[in-house]
């Protein structure tokens, strides 16, 4: 490894310039230009047996909650230890916003990213956010397991003992004094709470990943210290030099490129997103509904989707960008099937608390997953949480997106009873309704054989949300509500 790599010992980056090993940021390209803290993440659709798994508390609360981890089917262990990592933090969150009611959107938020896989290691990273009134905080935790030993590890269990702690942490002291007043390296101790994110970057360097706030007052964006791999090998467990091998053998990283870039060459020469069966009914004159599914795919969205096409309907998947990564072939199967794919953001944050750079960030991120997968550009975007505001219709606007919220709430995502969904849903139902639910949740899937029948006898037709709209069309940066949104 060339010295150059470690000079400066640390590097700052934005925290939105983390993703899948690209740089996303102009200013995190003007600071580090060879970034040795950068991770190649690994495309989860590579994975076999990999779904994900969504814990949210719904639209409608003043709560916003929305997390997303893996599970792999041939490691139960790995998948547990992921669970019980955000559960206990998400538990943590809901008491600390139940005490202080006086917080407005308590926002809780979590997403993942697969550090490496192999045959032998899986490492999962999580990012895990919230905000309880006094601004946005991210934290990062990598936990691996090893399929050799069929065990689950925290990162720390990727160095030999605790002598290897105390040398890990004392090169990394040392790298962060380097980097100036701003960082305190004193607060760094030898305790896995502080080394709770441990990933190699191509190189076989060790990414040591702080908190916010860990080791500064102020956010400075991830702060991060790569070890360089010679430095750190005699200090791996059998695990560790597993993981560094995994890391190392990826030789297929994306070339590094900018989000603008890639948009601007993923979608001049590909057509907007539209059902192949559009066009097929006129809601001018049939009695139409368009049933929307958000947040997935997840593990039941290909029971849906086949009892979508067991009736012969279409629908409007409002997915998530990190979900679609982990699922291309539902998103292909969703367009050969006649429904429509549209963009729900990234990771699915509440965008009215973001700034528009983040928010651009976060609905471009989705549309290149979307558009590398079915090979068309999506044209609507569903906010999460239904949250909108001026700035997001017009960052919406200008990547050619409508925004669509929704005139039937069937409050699915809390409820058990998938009688109580299906009843909802079709007595609110009426000619040009959105009707909102999430075929990430079981009960939701349960309830759409009755839905389909019950509104299918009512006289209903079942198209893709721009078709309520007919020959007037959709405009970018336009809200829509229900067919009236039209007039
Ligand atoms: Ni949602």
């Not at 597993?242 to 060459?265: F, H, I, N, V, Y």
């Not at 608390?353 to 558009?371: E, F, W, Y």
């Not at 044209?379 to 949250?387: E, F, T, V």
Request: proline share 6%.
């Amino acid at each position: 490894m060339p010295k150059s790599w470690f000079a400066g010992g640390v590097a700052l980056i934005a925290a939105s310039a983390v993703s899948c090993g690209v740089t996303a940021s102009p200013v995190a390209d003007a600071l580090v230009p060879s970034e040795p803290t950068m991770i190649n993440y690994v495309d989860p659709s590579w994975v076999h047996g990999l779904s994900t798994q969504t814990l949210s508390e719904g639209d409608s609360g003043d709560r916003h909650v929305h997390v997303v981890y893996p599970s792999v089917d041939d490691a139960p262990l790995l998948t547990e230890k992921l669970r019980r990592t955000v559960t206990e933090r998400l538990d943590r969150f809901i008491r600390d916003t139940s005490m202080n009611s006086a917080v407005r959107h308590p926002e809780f938020n979590v997403d993942w990213q697969l550090a490496a896989a192999s045959d032998q290691v899986l490492g999962v990273r999580l990012r895990i956010g919230e905000s309880i009134g006094s601004g946005w905080s991210d934290s990062f935790t990598t936990i691996w397991y090893d399929r050799m030993e069929k065990r689950s590890l925290d990162a720390t269990d990727l160095l030999r003992d605790g002598s290897s702690l105390a040398t890990l942490a004392q090169i990394v002291k040392e790298a962060l004094v380097a980097r100036g007043p701003e960082v305190d390296p004193y607060a760094i101790k030898p305790d896995a709470r502080h080394f709770d994110s441990l990933v190699f970057n191509p190189h076989g360097d060790l990414v040591v990943e702080f908190d916010d706030y860990q080791v500064a007052t102020k956010s400075l964006g991830r702060v991060a210290v790569a070890v360089p791999a010679s430095d750190v090998e005699p200090l791996l467990s059998a695990t560790g030099l597993r993981a560094q091998r995994a890391a190392m053998r990826k030789t297929d990283a994306p070339a590094s490129m900018t989000s603008g870039e890639s948009m601007a060459a993923a979608t001049t020469d590909r057509p907007p997103a539209r059902s192949s069966k559009a066009g097929s009914v006129d809601c001018a004159k049939a009695k139409c509904v368009a049933l929307t599914y958000d947040d997935g795919p997840g593990p039941d969205t290909r029971r849906l989707l086949d009892i979508l096409a067991t009736q012969r309907a279409r629908a409007t998947f409002f997915t998530v960008g990190s979900n679609a990564s982990a699922h291309p072939e539902l998103l292909r199967r969703m367009r050969q099937e006649g429904h429509l794919v549209a963009n729900h953001t990234w990771s699915h944050r509440d965008l009215t608390a973001l700034p528009g750079s983040r928010v651009a960030d976060q609905l471009t991120r989705a549309q290149r997953t979307i558009i590398q997968a079915i090979g068309q550009v999506p044209a609507l975007m569903r906010p999460p949480y239904g949250a909108s505001n001026a700035q997001v219709s017009s960052v919406a606007g200008k990547l050619g997106l409508s925004v669509v919220r929704w005139s039937v709430d069937t409050e699915d995502r809390l409820d058990p009873n998938p009688r109580a969904v299906a009843d909802r849903a079709v007595s609110r139902a009426e000619p040009g309704a959105i009707i909102l639910m999430h075929d990430v949740h079981g009960p939701t899937v349960d309830a759409a054989p009755e839905i389909l029948r019950r509104l299918k006898k009512q006289g209903y037709t079942f198209v893709t949300v721009p078709e309520l709209y007919g020959s007037n069309g959709m405009q970018p940066g336009r809200t829509y509500d229900s067919a009236d949104s039209s007039g």
